[in-house]
């Protein structure tokens, strides 16, 4: 059974920095690409970035420059930092492993609440 834990959300003012966390059992990431996605209350899921196969990272433009995708084979963890963060960033934020697609990920973590105050 695959699980991934999501941990590292908080609350932090604007322009503030957290470290988020994905935790991953019962696979082997080294054979996954890992994405982080997230969900703003009213809103549609949306990606945030990815790490692929061989670690090539890639953003949303709303990350870009401000958010940091990271992951740890050896630990079998991603990490997510999120630096400036701005009130619009309030969302939960899901860390999540495809296989072989990156249109379609086999694996879900329940999220990590992450609110920014302005």
């Known amino acids: 059974q695959v699980t991934l834990v999501e941990s590292g959300g908080g609350v932090v003012q604007a322009g503030g920095s957290l470290k988020l966390s994905c935790a991953v059992s019962?696979?082997?990431?080294?054979?996954?690409?890992m994405g982080w996605f997230r969900q703003a209350p009213g809103k549609e899921r949306e990606f945030v970035a990815l790490?692929?196969?061989?670690?090539?990272?890639s953003y949303a433009n709303f990350a870009k420059g401000r958010f940091t995708i990271s992951r740890d084979d050896t630990e079998n963890t991603g990490n997510l930092r999120l630096n400036g963060l701005k009130p619009e960033d309030t969302a939960l934020y899901y860390c999540?492993?495809?296989?072989?697609?990156?249109?379609?990920?086999?694996?879900w973590g329940q999220g990590t609440q992450v609110t920014v105050s302005s």
């Open positions: 999540a492993l495809t296989l072989s697609s990156l249109a379609e990920w086999d694996y």
């Open positions: 019962g696979a082997v990431l080294r054979d996954y690409a």
């Open positions: 790490t692929s196969w061989d670690d090539r990272p």
